[in-house]
């Protein structure tokens, strides 16, 4: 089975400081990768994805076959990055059908 | 085209009761998908349409769920007999296929979700 797992629920840093909430997935061939964010009463929406290799509101993630992650790093917190982080994979073929981990709740704090 | 309209927002039914969810997805999507949230949990994948054919159904969708997209457009997803087990966030979502770098991808925009309370 397919699986996406973010070790942290909650990851608490202070505005100004690195972030960097962590996923790792089941190894099977070429994943596709997400990171979705839900801010606060707001509905999930995409963050980014790893084969477009940008950076969105100053977030990356770089692929790491090797150890199967998928890490999501911003330099410099910023408040308004407070909110519910999940990664997903996409399954075999296209990414069709999204697996998500169980998400980080990201809280920047002043 | 205000995005993925999802109705109701809210049900609170009793266990026994069948309850039917609409998702109204971006029109010129053809995908739509249908995911299941609980509290502390990612979205759970349960089935998805490509126009109106449903092309996949997660073992979690029991005999009980049931999903149709019968024009291509709009999507219903019903549950019979409603257990407690059901409570959750119901969530769809369509998708674009987008060509980068030479490889291309579904990006899923989600509804807000309809929450469903089973007593």
């Known amino acids: 089975a397919q699986r996406v797992t973010q070790p942290e629920k909650l990851l608490s840093v202070f505005k100004g400081a690195p972030v960097e909430l962590k996923c790792n997935y089941s190894?099977?061939?070429?994943?596709?990768l997400f990171w979705y964010v839900q801010y606060s009463r707001q509905r999930l929406q995409l963050l980014l994805r790893h084969i477009s290799r940008e950076s969105i509101k100053g977030f990356t993630a770089d692929l790491n076959k090797g150890e199967t992650s998928f890490h999501l790093k911003k330099p410099f917190a910023q408040e308004e990055d407070s909110a519910m982080y999940y990664c997903a994979r996409g399954g075999p073929g296209g990414g069709n059908k999204l697996t998500f981990g169980t998400g980080t709740q990201l809280k920047v704090e002043l | 085209d205000t995005g993925v309209s999802q109705d109701p927002r809210h049900k609170i039914t009793k266990r026994g009761q069948n309850v039917t969810f609409r998702c109204d997805p971006i029109?010129?999507?053809?995908?739509l998908y249908w995911y299941r949230q609980t509290l502390g949990q990612g979205p759970e994948f349960l089935t998805y349409f490509q126009n109106e054919a449903q092309l996949e159904k997660s073992r979690l969708l029991s005999d009980r769920f049931s999903a149709e997209r019968p024009k291509g457009s709009f999507s219903t997803l019903e549950i019979q007999r409603t257990e407690q087990g059901d409570s959750a966030m119901y969530l769809c979502?369509?998708?674009?296929?987008?060509?980068?770098?030479?490889?291309?991808?579904?990006?899923?925009?989600f509804g807000a979700g309809s929450r469903l309370t089973v007593l």
């Open positions: 029109s010129e999507h053809n995908r």
């Open positions: 979502a369509s998708s674009s296929y987008i060509l980068a770098g030479g490889t291309g991808a579904n990006v899923l925009t």
């Open positions: 190894y099977s061939g070429s994943p596709e």
